[in-house]
Structure formats: structure tokens, C-alpha cells
């Protein structure tokens, strides 16, 4: 069993950056695939990033390609999303997912079998 805690959302301003965390337990996230989901009033959870098991420099929503950058440090057992240049629009919980089978580019949120309880992100205009 994976255990996911995301940490590190807030309230920043347009033009902001912040980092999220997801602390990972029962497996180390070198063993997984990791991804970051969001999911804003109203609409479906959908994709933003996400890195396999096997290494690469990760797959991105459109919407936040060339802002967003996901990472994981093994000896911390935590992958991150560094969001640079947020807009109101990136205002939304974000979740950490995981799962040692799908690749990072899976966009699909049911092929991801663990989850975080998510952490919320306001961009103020």
C-alpha cells in the first residue's frame, strides 16, 4: 500500500511560483510512476504532469507546458511540482497520484491507483 501527502499550496499572486510536495510511504517513489492532477470548482480532474518509474524529463498538460516541472528525490522519497509564472486559471486542489504499472504520460485518472487527499492552489488576478 501507498500512502500519498501533498503539501505546499497556498495563496500567491499571478506571476507567482510555488512547489508542491508529495510525501510518499509503503513504496519508494523511485519504484513508481508519479503524477500531479488538478481539478477546479465545476470541472473534471484532469492531468498536469507526470514522470515514470523509469526516469525522463516527464509529460505535461498543454496548459502548463514551459511553467510547470515535475521531479522526485529519492532519498527524500518525494516527488515535487515546481509552478512557475501561475495564473488564475491554474487555481484549483491538486492532487498527487502514483502507481507502479502506468507510465507518467497516462492522462486517464482511473489508471492511477493511489492517491493524495490534495492540497489547494488560489492564483489571485
Known amino acids: 500500500q501507498v500512502q500519498l501527502v501533498e503539501s505546499g499550496g497556498g495563496l500567491v499572486q499571478a506571476g507567482g511560483s510555488l512547489t508542491l510536495s508529495c510525501a510518499a510511504s509503503?513504496?519508494?517513489?523511485?519504484?513508481?510512476?508519479m503524477a500531479w492532477f488538478r481539478q477546479a470548482p465545476g470541472k473534471e480532474r484532469e492531468f498536469v504532469a507526470g514522470?515514470?518509474?523509469?526516469?525522463?524529463?516527464?509529460s505535461y498538460a498543454d496548459a502548463v507546458k514551459g511553467r510547470f516541472t515535475i521531479s522526485r528525490d529519492s532519498a527524500k522519497n518525494t516527488a515535487y511540482l515546481q509552478m512557475n509564472s501561475l495564473k488564475p486559471e491554474d487555481t484549483a486542489v491538486y492532487y498527487c497520484?502514483?502507481?507502479?504499472?502506468?507510465?507518467?504520460?497516462?492522462?486517464?485518472?482511473?489508471?492511477?491507483?493511489?492517491w493524495g487527499q490534495g492540497t489547494q492552489v488560489t492564483v489571485s488576478s
Open positions: 514522470i515514470s518509474r523509469s526516469g525522463g524529463s516527464g
Open positions: 497520484a502514483a502507481d507502479p504499472y502506468v507510465l507518467g504520460s497516462q492522462r486517464n485518472r482511473n489508471s492511477w491507483d493511489y
Open positions: 509503503g513504496r519508494t517513489v523511485s519504484n513508481l510512476s
